[in-house]
């Protein structure tokens, strides 16, 4: 028999906070991301090269592994101490002593996002006809795993209109989700970028994995170059801050998709862009929207 501690830690500490947990004796920490729709504020950052200022918003969801024996109050103590956070609350529920590596990878099944796009584990089999396009993603600390609506919209959109041969940017690549999928859809060239090196190094072996030839840079790598289609999925917040930025990237007659946008929150969007770009509501899945809008040679 072992124990499972559960809590849940603003997202900008789930990285220090599970070295220290592994410190301070846990087995294992799993992490999974956790986009609660509260009315907390959002994160001020957006500006390329700009750190964030506040993560409240962003919560992450830690599960960690510890041995009966182990003391879990002074192993919390222990690591948030060693990060200068408060301990947070917890939840313990006990788990029958197995291989817990196969158990925490039977929760992460293949996602299916149209009948000819699935996200699919690398410890699962991939099946499918000549038609499947599989992307092998493993649940990490980098955001894009398919799973949430804002991801799942993104990958819809690519799946239903990416041009032929278009050029994609994924501006906040996490994992390189969407510019793998690009890749795989049909794209000419792909380039991502994140604020996160995680995120990027994570984006370069998850392109790796799937032999898709995409380039991931930091956003102080970026050239100025224009994009056939330019995807980003951040939060309204960014979004809006990102504006000139990230129309200044769309190529005449090339499109712009937005997601991590609540419904509550699309005519802020829409007015946001008005100068720049028209967008309208492409799709909405479970309370968020992606918008979308295409750049005509007279708007620049
Ligand atoms: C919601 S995740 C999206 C990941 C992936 N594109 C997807 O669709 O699942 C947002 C990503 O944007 C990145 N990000 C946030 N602000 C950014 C900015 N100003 N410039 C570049 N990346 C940013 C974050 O680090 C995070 O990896």
Known sequence: MWIEVILSVPAEHTEDLSDALMEAGALSVAVEDEWADTDAE????????????????????????????????????????AISMTVPAYE?????????VRLTQSQFEPISITEHLWIVPTW??????????NLRLDPGLAFGTGS??????????????????ATVLDYGCGSGILA?????????????????????QSAVDNASANDAAAQFV???????????????????NPLKLLAPALVGYVADGGHLVLSGILERQTNELIAAYAPYMPMHVWRADDGWICLVGQKTTSVN
């Open 124 to 133: 699962h089999e991939t099946e499918g006809n000549a038609t499947r396009i």
């Open 218 to 236: 930091l956003p102080d790598g970026m050239s100025s170059g224009q994009y056939g289609v330019v995807v980003a999925n951040i939060l309204s």
């Open 180 to 200: 793998i999928a690009a890749k795989k859809l049909g794209a000419s060239k792909v380039i991502g970028t994140d604020i996160d090196p995680q995120a990027v």
């Open 42 to 81: 959002q994160p001020l950052y957006g500006e390329p090269g700009l750190e964030p200022t506040t993560n409240a918003w962003a919560q992450s969801r830690l599960v960690i592994l510890v041995d009966p024996e182990t003391g879990i109050d002074d192993m919390l103590d222990v690591a948030c101490d």
């Open 92 to 100: 313990t529920r006990k788990v029958e002593a197995q291989d817990w």
């Open 148 to 165: 949430h609506p804002t991801t799942r919209l993104c990958l819809q959109w690519l799946s239903a209109e990416l041009p032929k041969d």
